[in-house]
C-alpha cells in the first residue's frame, strides 16, 4: 500500500521543521516562517496562515516555494518534498536576498535625506550586531 496523501504531508512538515532546525531557526513560529520565507522569496508574499498550513502538515508548498525554500535552508528539494537525496547543500550564514529585492531596497535608500539614510544605516548595524548575538557568533 502507497503512503497517503495525509502521510506526505506529515512528512513534509518533519522536514521542513528538522531543516529549519538545522538552519538555526528553531523555535519557529508560523509567523517567523511566513516572515523569513517572504525575505527571499521574490514572488507573491507568503501569508501566515499557508506557512501554518506547511508546519503542521495540512499542505505542500507549490513547486516554486518549495525550491526557495530548499535553497534558502541548505537543503535539496527533492529532500525537503520527498524525503529523498539526503544530501545537503552547506547552508548559508545569512539569508539570501534576491537581486530585486536589494535594488529595490538600494534605491529606496537612496531616496531618504542624508539624516535619515544615517538613522538606516544605524538600524541596520543595531538589527546585525543582534543577530550575531543570536546566532552566538
Given amino acids: 500500500m502507497g503512503i497517503t ?18 538552519a538555526g531557526m528553531q523555535p519557529c513560529t508560523s509567523a517567523r ?18 506557512a501554518r498550513k506547511w508546519m503542521i502538515g495540512e499542505s505542500i508548498p507549490t513547486q516554486e516555494k518549495l525550491k526557495v525554500l530548499a535553497t534558502w535552508l541548505g537543503v535539496s528539494a527533492v529532500w525537503l518534498r520527498y524525503g529523498e537525496e539526503i ?8 539569508l539570501r536576498v534576491d537581486e530585486k529585492t536589494q535594488r529595490d531596497l538600494n534605491e529606496k535608500v537612496s531616496r531618504l535625506n542624508r539624516h535619515h539614510r544615517l538613522i538606516v544605516m544605524g538600524m541596520v548595524d543595531c538589527l546585525l550586531k543582534l543577530q550575531q548575538k543570536q546566532s552566538g557568533a
Fill in 5 to 22: 496523501t495525509e502521510q506526505e504531508r506529515a512528512a513534509f512538515s518533519q522536514r521542513l521543521k528538522l531543516a529549519l532546525g538545522q
Fill in 87 to 94: 544530501e545537503t547543500v552547506t547552508p548559508k550564514k545569512s
Fill in 33 to 50: 516562517l511566513a516572515s523569513e520565507f517572504n525575505r527571499v522569496h521574490s514572488g507573491a508574499p507568503v501569508t501566515l496562515h499557508a
